[in-house]
């Protein structure tokens, strides 16, 4: 397994089923690192990509490793120093918002022991769900966060999140009490890190991270306007969480 950093340059794809039929797709690029050994770029590409602890789970450990130790040691799992590998969006300019970070984490013999997905919402909120894939790569969870303001915190996730290799291709679907309400996708295809390649994708997707947090906002008063009801927020809807 490559210990190489990796650009996806990527489509991400959402389909609300229900109530209404809606559907939305933008490109952006997406950054595979292990989290202990992060891309060292030239100081003129640095703005570029940053990987902060701040911007996940609890915000507030040294690293995102420790920041992940501490997640998985409260589900009862211990890596024993394995590798992790991290599909994310870095900062780019200062701003960064990662509606889902995946986390690959192995044992010291290379062998898959779960996967971490951490899901942000606009409202500034974080939960991070403990998935055990099978052999296919699929795994379920119930839904235990507020991420849509037009879903309400029910139903169950099937993900399927297979480690990327020249490919990405993943997959989430939302099933509701009535059926599925949601598929999201994410589908792009490997790039080596060097300053082109990142210099390129840099002018054409500037301000990437931003981009998808106002396209997220931007569908979402479409919905409103489509006159898709409001759904009351938790009160723990801003608060990072750090449990499944």
């Known amino acids: 397994m490559s210990t190489a950093p990796a ?39 640095g703005p570029l990509a940053r990987f902060d602890a701040r911007d996940h789970f609890t915000g507030d450990r040294p690293s995102i490793r420790a920041a992940l130790e501490e997640f998985l040691a409260g589900q009862g799992v211990d890596l024993d120093g394995g590798r992790v590998l991290m599909l994310t969006q870095a900062r780019v300019f200062g701003y960064v918002f990662n509606p889902l970070t995946l986390y690959w984490c192995h044992g010291p013999a290379g062998e898959l022991r779960c996967v971490v997905a951490e899901v942000h ?37 099937r993900m399927r999140v297979p480690v990327p290799g020249q490919r990405l291709d993943l997959t989430v679907h939302l099933d509701r009490e009535d059926g599925r309400a949601l598929t999201a996708t994410v589908r792009g295809t490997r790039r080596a890190v060097s300053p082109a390649p990142l210099a390129r994708l840099a002018l054409r997707r500037p301000w990437s991270t931003l981009a998808v947090s106002a396209a997220i906002r931007a569908h979402g008063i479409r919905l409103y306007l489509r006159g898709l009801p409001v759904q009351p927020r938790p009160e723990n809807h801003r608060t990072p969480e750090n449990v499944t």
């Not at 991400?12 to 891309?39: E, F, K, M, N, Q």
């Not at 500034?124 to 403990?130: D, I, N, S």
Request: charged fraction near 20%; include cysteine.
């Open 121 to 157: 919402n606009t409202y500034g909120g974080r939960h991070a769900y403990l998935l055990h894939p099978d052999a296919s790569g699929t795994a379920h969870a119930e839904k235990r966060f507020h991420v849509s303001p037009f879903f309400p915190v029910d139903g169950r996730y």
């Open 7 to 45: 650009l996806y340059p990527c489509t991400i794809a959402h389909v609300r089923s229900a109530p209404l039929r809606h559907a939305l797709r933008h490109r952006t690029y997406l950054w595979l690192v292990d989290v202990d050994r992060p891309p060292r770029l030239p100081r003129p590409l």
